[in-house]
């Protein structure tokens, strides 16, 4: 097992957001986290790599725990974050926010620049644009090729498709879908179910800070139920 979190709670100062929480993925899995927004999936991502560390419960990776480890750590220890503001650095090029990010990580198949432009062609001919002045879907590109030159053993992405127009989010879906066969480990959260479903083995749904639901993405597709209750607006 990749990632395996049980019983975390997490908080903002005094305020109790995230409780008693479980999930985990497997080596290969792609893996929804769906809810609305403000349910608490960000801070179950921030939980995870460290930002936000939970009081109580267990995060282990690779069957090391986390929980009290530093964010950088984590990260050096094969976890890669997309943040939902991409959080590119505006005055490096395409080239410099790949470059910097740049990590090689034993036992995992290697992300180079050459790699990440195969992956989204777009930046190869963006590789001198400063961040700042690329459009929302290339820095959501980006955001995600820096996160792949870290060699991660475990992506975390969340809310990819926010602020992309319904054309960049089905570009968004292929390039995904060729992570997923490249073989790299997904804890994906988002709003958009449609999105995730279509990408998703495996589907946690998340509402007031406390899992929902647990399994089979195509058993939530046919259950209206659940999806009525917990995901639509």
């Known amino acids: 097992m990749i990632l395996e979190v049980k019983d975390i709670h997490t908080y903002y100062g005094t305020s109790h957001v995230i409780f008693a929480l479980s999930l985990h993925v497997a080596e290969g899995e792609l893996v929804g986290l769906l809810g609305r927004n403000g349910a ?7 939980s995870i790599i460290g930002v936000t560390p939970p009081r109580s419960g267990s995060i282990k990776f690779l069957g090391e725990e986390m929980r009290g480890k530093a964010p950088y750590n984590i990260a050096r220890l094969g976890m890669g974050f997309v943040p939902d503001n991409r959080r590119i650095f505006p005055d490096l090029s395409v080239l410099d926010n790949l470059k910097i990010a740049e990590r090689k990580q034993s036992g995992t198949t290697l992300w180079t620049v050459e790699r990440v432009f ?12 400063r961040g700042e002045h690329l459009s929302g879907g290339e820095q959501q590109m980006l955001a995600i090729g820096r996160a792949l030159m870290g060699n991660p ?21 292929k390039q995904v879908r060729r992570l997923k066969e490249e073989g790299v480990t997904v804890l994906l959260s988002e709003q958009n179910a449609a999105f995730t479903s279509n990408l998703t083995e495996r589907t946690y749904i998340i509402d007031m800070g406390m899992i929902r639901y647990e399994g089979e993405t195509q058993d939530l597709i046919e259950n209206e139920e659940i999806r009525k209750k917990y995901l639509m607006i």
């Open 40 to 46: 608490g999936k960000t801070t179950t991502l921030l």
């Open 153 to 173: 053993q475990l992506l975390l992405m969340d809310e990819p498709t926010s602020g992309l127009s319904p054309l960049l989010v089905d570009a968004l879906e």
């Open 118 to 129: 195969e992956l989204f062609p777009q930046l190869r001919e963006l590789v001198k644009r």
